[in-house]
């Protein structure tokens, strides 16, 4: 665990040596957790991984909750373990709120609270010299097919496996939209917290990738491909 935290202070701190010129470089995903031994067929599902999810979520610092989950007539939707997420804690103790408080699967919860404490908060700091006060995420679950199209798959949000950034707030009171960036400070920080999306998340379109996301990025960290390691960052 101690190397594990070591590796992703080194990441945070490679990361702030090199936003002078030019975004930073995705870091690597924290390790996984080590697999628990298979359980005997004949033995019940365990009750304990949600609940133990949440209770990791809270120590480090997440404002959240479990809440039941969502009803639907849709086939395809649904959320495991189901957290509504309201504020994260930064490395250096100051609470990132999120408005919106987005319901989400606590797994995803886990990724987004780490993402934004060691990469969009920190940074924020260094290269724009104010803290992160709050980010403006959307609903989180919708259950709703990819891009509203009719016939699609099922997008990441209605398993709530995403959010969709849209703006991200400072305590010197300014508001940095997700659209567009005032001055090429603010336009440097979006691209590098956007850039370092991808060695997080699965799935990263904002901006230019496409109609559905010209005022939003999307995060999500739905498995794709038969290997599970197909990404896509646009």
């Not at 949440?54 to 189901?82: F, H, N, Q």
């Not at 309201?86 to 709120?97: E, H, R």
């Not at 496996?161 to 979006?190: C, H, N, P, W």
């Not at 998340?201 to 230019?208: A, D, E, I, Q, S």
């Amino acid at each position: 665990m101690m190397l594990a935290l070591v590796g992703l202070a080194l990441g945070v701190f490679i990361l702030l040596e090199a936003m002078a010129d030019e975004p930073p470089l995705p870091p690597p995903r924290p390790p996984e957790p080590p697999q628990a031994p298979a359980k005997p067929q004949s033995e019940a599902p365990s009750e304990g991984a949600p609940s133990t999810c949440l209770a990791k979520l809270i120590a480090a610092g997440a404002g959240a909750e479990a809440v039941p989950s969502p009803t639907t007539s849709v086939e395809g939707c649904g959320i495991e373990a189901p957290v509504r997420l309201s504020s994260i804690t930064a490395l250096a103790g100051d609470v990132v709120n999120l408005p919106d408080r987005p319901l989400v699967a606590c797994e995803f919860a886990a990724v987004l609270a780490d993402y934004v404490r060691l990469v969009v908060a920190p940074l924020g700091e260094a290269m724009l010299h104010a803290k992160v006060a709050g980010i403006e995420t959307g609903p989180g679950y919708t259950c709703r097919t990819q891009d509203h199209i009719a016939g699609a798959k099922i997008s990441a949000h209605g398993h709530g496996l995403a959010v969709d950034f849209v703006a991200i707030a400072f305590a010197d009171k300014r508001r940095i939209l997700v659209e567009r960036q005032t001055g090429a400070d603010e336009a440097s920080y979006f691209r590098a917290v956007r850039t370092v999306a991808c060695g997080w998340f699965t799935t990263v379109l904002g901006p230019g990738a496409d109609a559905f996301h010209a005022n939003n990025m999307h995060l999500d960290i739905e498995q794709r491909g038969s290997s599970g390691n197909y990404r896509i960052c646009e």
